[in-house]
């Protein structure tokens, strides 16, 4: 499995980096909506909207709402900080919620577990992602940004999976996800921490404002986001009866199974760059 996983995330990692560096802000706007489309037509699945003709209306909904979103912040290059900042501050707060409903799990259920309730789930968890990720391509250093983001992402998940698989002994969350552990979770801190100080130390002169104590923290939550975005999905799936969204990429499950750590970090990246001025 962990082979399967390398061979699916290797060339996946690789056309990505590629993207950031070479192709142009729109463009890469109009994958990362289709990639969010998809991403929407597999929440679909796990709202209860199982008739092709529900999953595309669903899709044209999350659809309509980024976009509608994107028109409210300013298009292109043209993105208001001053209306960007509530935008990705209540999706942040929205993330809140989650982490309440997880903890409190599975007596929450109540509060979220029909298909009205789980579509919305969805709208918020997918629409912020793609206009946070938006955002960030349209900023100073937008490859390296997004590079960083990604890092993060991969350097909890990463150091969570080896340090849960040799020490792990406390469930995190033994309700919603059995297999994460308070050891990993810690490991998966200890390597984001790290790569904060890589990340400081390599920083160019014009961002000398920037401390190593801003990065570090915005990476923590970052990561600490991750974290709770993975926990909510699982959180639905298990409502489900399902281990994966669907089993598009070999090794990973669905596009939801590897979208999910980034759909509640990068609008928690996108806010702690804003509040620490890059």
Known sequence: MLKQRILTAVPMAGLFLAGAYWLPSSVLAALFAVIIALGAWEWAQLAGLSHIRSKILYVILVISCAFALHRYAGDGRDFSRELVQP???????????????????????????????????????????????????????????????????????????????????HALSPRVSPGKTWEGFWGGVLAVAVLSVVIWSL??????????????VVALVTAFASVLGDLTVSMVKRVGGVKDSSSMLPGHGGLLDRLDSLCAATPTFAL?????GF
Do not use: Q
């Open 87 to 169: 935008v990705v501050g209540l999706a942040c707060l929205w993330w809140c919620f989650a982490l309440l409903w997880v903890k409190s799990y599975p007596a929450s259920a109540g509060l979220w577990n029909s298909r009205l309730g789980r579509s919305l789930m969805g709208v918020l968890i997918l629409v912020p992602a793609w206009f946070a990720a938006v955002y960030l391509l349209n900023i100073e250093a937008r490859s390296a940004v997004m590079v960083v983001l990604v890092l993060i992402v991969a350097a909890a998940d990463i150091g969570a999976y080896f340090t849960g698989k040799s020490f792990g002994r």
């Open 203 to 216: 920083l160019p002169e014009r961002f000398d404002h920037l401390s190593l104590m801003a990065i570090l």
């Open 272 to 276: 702690g760059l804003l509040m620490v």
